[in-house]
C-alpha cells in the first residue's frame, strides 16, 4: 500500500464503501491538525510514504492508521480504523470495508472485532492486546507480521483469511467452520464470523467463547495461540511471501 496508486485505491474504496466513516483530520504525525476532504486528497497522496494517520472528531469518532513497509525484510503493510462508539450504528458499513479493503489488497489477513473482558487474558499473553493507559481503562488490539509468523494471536468475531491461511487449513475446512457465517470472497480468501452480533462485556459471552473453541479446534488449535501451551510451543503458521518487485 505504498504508492500512489494505493492511496487512491483505498480513499476511493473508504468513500465508496463507509462514507459515514470517512475522517475529517489526516497527516503523517501527531496531533493531526490538518482536515481531511475525500474531494482534495492531493496534498495527503503526495506525503503518502511510510504511515498515514487519520482521525474522526465528529461521532462516530474514530482513528486509523495506514503503515507501509519497505526493504528485504518484509512485514506486512497494516490498514487499522478504531471506532470511539459503544453501539454498532456502522457495523454494516464495517464489514463491507473490511471485505473490500481483503479483497482489493490481497490481505493475508484481517479482523474485526470488540476485545471483551474474557479475550484480555489471552491478548495480553500473546502480546496482540495492550492498555492504553494506567487505569487499564483503555485497550490496543493490535496483530502484527511478528506475532503471525509463530501463531496467531485468537480467532475473532469477524476473521478474514487470506491465501496464505487458506494454504495452511485447507478450502474445504475453513468453508466448513462450526461459525454463524462462512463465505468465500471474490479473491478466494475466506470470511469466518463466529456469531450473528458482536459480544459486549456487558453479556456473558459463553455461546461466543464456545464458538471461539469449536473453530480452533476445527481449523487446527495448533495454529492459535494458547495460554496453556505458551509462548515457546512450535505453532503452525503460513511462510509469508511477499512480491519482490514492490
Do not use: C
Not at 518484509?74 to 471485505?99: C, F, M, V
Not at 494471536?153 to 496464505?164: A, E, H, N, S
Request: proline residues 6%; charged residues 25%; without cysteine.
Amino acid at each position: 500500500m505504498n504508492t500512489e496508486a494505493d492511496a487512491r485505491r483505498l480513499l476511493g474504496l473508504w468513500a465508496e464503501v463507509a462514507p459515514n466513516l470517512l475522517p475529517d483530520r489526516a497527516g503523517t504525525y501527531e496531533p493531526l491538525k490538518q482536515p481531511f476532504s475525500i474531494t482534495d486528497t492531493a496534498s495527503l497522496i503526495a506525503r503518502w510514504e511510510y504511515q498515514v494517520l487519520f482521525k474522526r472528531v465528529a461521532k462516530p469518532k474514530l482513528q486509523s492508521s495506514v503503515f507501509m513497509q519497505y526493504g528485504p525484510h518484509r512485514q506486512h503493510s497494516t490498514w487499522k480504523i478504531s471506532i470511539d462508539d459503544g453501539g454498532h450504528p456502522n457495523l454494516l458499513e464495517l464489514l463491507s470495508l473490511a471485505e473490500r479493503a481483503a479483497t482489493e489488497f490481497s490481505a493475508d489477513f484481517g479482523f474485526v472485532h470488540r476485545p471483551t473482558q474474557n479475550d484480555l487474558d489471552i491478548g495480553l499473553a500473546s502480546s496482540s492486546i495492550a492498555y492504553l493507559s494506567r487505569a487499564k481503562s483503555r485497550v490496543s488490539l493490535f496483530v502484527t507480521t511478528h506475532l503471525l509468523k509463530k501463531y496467531i494471536p485468537d480467532i475473532y468475531w469477524v476473521t478474514l483469511f487470506g491465501k496464505p491461511y487458506v494454504d495452511l487449513f485447507s478450502r474445504e475446512r475453513l468453508l466448513s467452520a462450526p461459525a454463524y457465517r462462512v463465505r468465500e470472497l471474490d479473491n478466494g480468501s475466506v470470511l469466518v464470523q463466529l456469531t450473528e452480533h458482536p459480544v459486549t462485556s456487558r453479556e456473558l459471552p459463553k455461546d461466543y467463547e464456545a464458538r471461539k473453541k469449536l473453530v480452533k479446534e476445527h481449523l487446527n488449535p495448533n495454529a492459535f495461540f494458547s495460554v496453556e501451551k505458551g509462548l515457546d510451543f512450535k505453532y503452525s503458521a503460513p511462510d509469508f511471501r511477499w512480491d519482490t518487485m514492490h
